[in-house]
């Protein structure tokens, strides 16, 4: 009798990573690929992270218990779940990885971190791996950093040209503070490198203020003072003596000491200085109110200098090749404050009909394809959604006053300010997301 053919396996499907382990010597780094290619872990670990990068997956969960490896991506921020692997496959896929992480293969209890380069034809990612023993078995969570960002201006982000322009003319300013924030865990970084690349950083001195131990990727024109760390020096230390050559503009991509910041706040207000601070947060008005907050005694300052926040939430964009329009209603258009006939057709994701009436016209089943684009998920990559907080008279005024967020969200609002969840309504508008996405984004809080 005929044995039936073994069940293909999601890593066996797409083409494999090929792996650069952070080593400095060539031939330490040959010699550790040799090694792990010995195990029968290396072929299925090179196969499943190729299968996560062919399925734009940015994190990749693997949860490790007594009969199985549960594994889950996240595409577009969203999880989903995959057909498991066995014990056998799936510790034997660990052990590969923590070899090549330079993590210890035979500790299965403690916490670890290490990371790899990754390479697929000429794209070239970052590899980081934590794993940590919970009471199941163990977890590890895989983050996959594409070297090559897809982003180099506002507008590829999702800001509208009015916007870009209104932010421009804050981040090129002087005198004044400005803060760039999203929400934790949803592109803060990315969003401070297309911003701070889009300063004019080519006519003006950036000085920015980073900790040794983690300092931020290399943009052309900006210097990086580092402290802490093996330097010897404080924060306030380097910032005292950088503020003496009196650079135009002072970059904190973290939270500065209070001293650090003071000083500063007053080179904006005495001699036209700029301050950039990166921050995350719910809100333009959520990071605002944390910001003065930690710093009571700059408070009047940076109400007075304020510039503008700009905020970013992440939303999934909807797949241009299989999106369905449809005509809004009148009483949606009045529910989302849009005036009746200035937006003809909106877009929602497709959705196929129960499997039982895909059929042709003699009846007969007809399954449909999942769209070749984005799999069947309605959705291709994300996109920001901006709010950009440009404070009036009165809201700076109420600023020293109160930390009451309700009541200058009505502040703002009176003096012309645009929420994120209004901004979210014009995305819809703009035909690059549904109201369900939006729905699933802003219910959500953390």
Not at 196 to 210: G, K, M, P, V, W
Not at 242 to 250: A, H, I, K, Q
Not at 263 to 282: F, N, P, T, W, Y
Request: aromatic share 6%; charged share 25%.
């Amino acid at each position: 009798m005929a044995q039936a053919p073994e069940e293909i396996q999601l890593w066996q499907t797409a083409a494999p990573v090929e792996f650069v382990p952070n080593v400095e010597s060539r031939t330490d780094a040959q010699a550790l690929l040799i090694t792990t290619r010995q195990g029968a872990g290396y072929l299925i670990a090179a196969g499943q992270l190729g299968h996560a990068i062919q399925s734009r997956a940015t994190h990749v969960l693997m949860d490790f218990s007594q009969n199985a490896t549960a594994i889950r991506y996240q595409i577009d921020g969203n999880w989903e779940q995959l057909p498991p692997l066995d014990r056998e496959s799936g510790d034997a896929m660990l052990y590969a990885l923590k070899q090549l992480c330079l993590m210890n293969p035979a500790d299965r209890r403690g916490a670890q971190k290490g990371s790899m380069g990754l390479k697929v034809n000429k794209d070239k990612y970052q590899l980081s791996v934590q794993s940590q023993g919970v009471p199941t078995g163990e977890r590890v969570i895989c983050r996959l950093d594409a070297e090559k960002v897809p982003f180099s201006s506002l507008a590829d982000l999702g800001m509208r040209d009015k916007m870009v322009e209104q932010f421009k003319e804050q981040l090129n300013g002087h005198g004044n503070v400005v803060l760039i924030s999203a929400k934790k865990g949803e592109g803060v970084t990315t969003l401070w490198n297309v911003a701070i690349n889009a300063a004019d950083r080519l006519i003006r001195d950036f000085q920015s203020f980073e900790p040794a131990e983690s300092p931020e990727p290399e943009i052309i024109n900006i210097t990086s003072n580092l402290f802490g760390g093996d330097t010897g020096k404080t924060e306030l230390q380097v910032v005292q003596r950088m503020v003496l050559r009196e650079p135009d503009v002072l970059l904190f991509p973290n939270p500065p000491e209070p001293e650090s910041l003071h000083l500063c706040m007053e080179k904006v207000v005495e001699e036209d200085r700029q301050v950039i601070h990166r921050a995350a947060g719910e809100n333009a008005i959520e990071v605002l109110l944390s910001f003065v907050g930690r710093y009571p005694e700059s408070r009047k300052l940076i109400a007075e200098q304020l510039g503008a926040v700009l905020h970013q939430r992440l939303i999934r964009r909807l797949c241009e090749n299989c999106k369905v329009g449809f005509e809004p209603p009148p009483q949606l258009l009045a529910q989302l404050g849009i005036p009746a006939g200035r937006v003809p057709v909106m877009y929602q994701p497709f959705i196929p009909p129960p499997i039982e009436e895909q059929v042709d016209e003699n009846g007969r089943p007809a399954p449909i394809e999942p769209c070749h684009v984005c799999g069947g998920r309605g959705y291709f990559g994300r996109i920001g959604v901006f709010e950009l907080l440009r404070p009036g008279p009165q809201f700076r005024t109420a600023l020293v006053q109160t930390s009451d967020a309700s009541k200058l969200f009505s502040i703002a609002r009176a003096e012309g300010h645009r929420g994120i969840q209004a901004e979210a309504v014009l995305s819809v508008a703009r035909g690059l997301t549904s109201l369900d996405e939006l729905k699933r984004v802003f219910s959500r809080r953390g």
